[in-house]
């Protein structure tokens, strides 16, 4: 079981809380960040350029990724060149397919042929992964983003498919694989030992990262601890 400092895997951190997001950023174990539409309206941000640029302005060097909310693909490209305006270390984040099903595949050509850093979202499948490596090949620095954590939650081990997604990417020295959407603190070490580049983090993982390596003995008599603590506080009686 490796411990935190032994982990090759790059820990992003997941979310859109501007002062945990500042907080973070002086975290050595964090090395980048990602956002999106869905974590930014639970966190309750309504000007979506103020909130990015309040951010810029003081995370000048760890990349992060936004993402393009449009469904045109006209639209998206706008969004996507704006938004990669805001900043040297900005990742503009897109979806694999819009919402009716036509895959971005030639917008994702073109951005990265201008040399726009994209990551590209939403992917679970690795026809996809073939396609946006394909199209990404060639061109700067680039993510792709698989959702393991929706595919553990169909009932399918991510586990190979990662490992294919990597196989496949392995010619092209510009792109990273992203292990999306982790559910536990074992996924952290699953990504790590196949050689995934990045692995983002929610912050109810970040909090368990600690427990890397923890003797499970001593788990073990903290957990009978607990449980006998907080029997005490409430005061149970038979």
């Not at 969004?79 to 917008?107: C, D, F, H, M």
């Not at 620095?141 to 990417?169: H, K, Y």
Request: charged share 20%; net charge negative.
């Amino acid at each position: 079981m490796p411990l935190q400092s032994d982990l090759r895997v790059k820990i992003f951190a997941d979310g859109a809380n501007e002062e945990a997001i500042l907080s973070l950023a002086t975290n050595p174990v964090i090395k980048g960040f990602t956002t999106n539409p869905t974590l930014m309206r639970s966190a309750g941000v309504t000007d979506y350029e103020a909130f990015a640029r309040r951010v810029l302005d003081r995370l000048t060097e760890l990349p992060i990724s936004f993402e393009v909310f449009a469904d045109e693909f006209d639209e998206m490209e706008r969004q996507a060149r704006e938004i990669a305006s805001w900043g040297e270390n900005v990742y503009v984040k897109i979806p694999v397919t819009n919402t009716q099903r036509v895959s971005s595949a030639p917008l994702i050509e073109k951005l990265a042929g201008d040399g726009i850093r994209l990551n590209v979202t939403a992917v679970l499948t690795l026809d996809q992964v073939r396609t946006v490596s394909a199209r990404l090949a060639g061109g700067p620095s680039s993510i792709i983003s698989v959702f393991a954590g929706r595919i553990a939650d169909t009932g399918c081990d991510p586990v190979p498919l990662m490992c294919q997604a990597l196989e496949i990417m392995a010619p092209h020295s510009n792109q990273e694989l992203l292990w999306a959407s982790p559910r536990e603190l074992l996924n952290i070490v699953q990504a790590d030992a196949i050689g995934c580049h990045v692995i983002t983090v929610t912050p109810d993982l970040l909090k368990k990262l600690a427990l890397l390596g923890r003797d499970l003995a001593d788990y073990s008599l903290d957990t009978v601890r607990m449980f006998h603590g907080d029997a005490q506080a409430a005061g149970f009686r038979l």
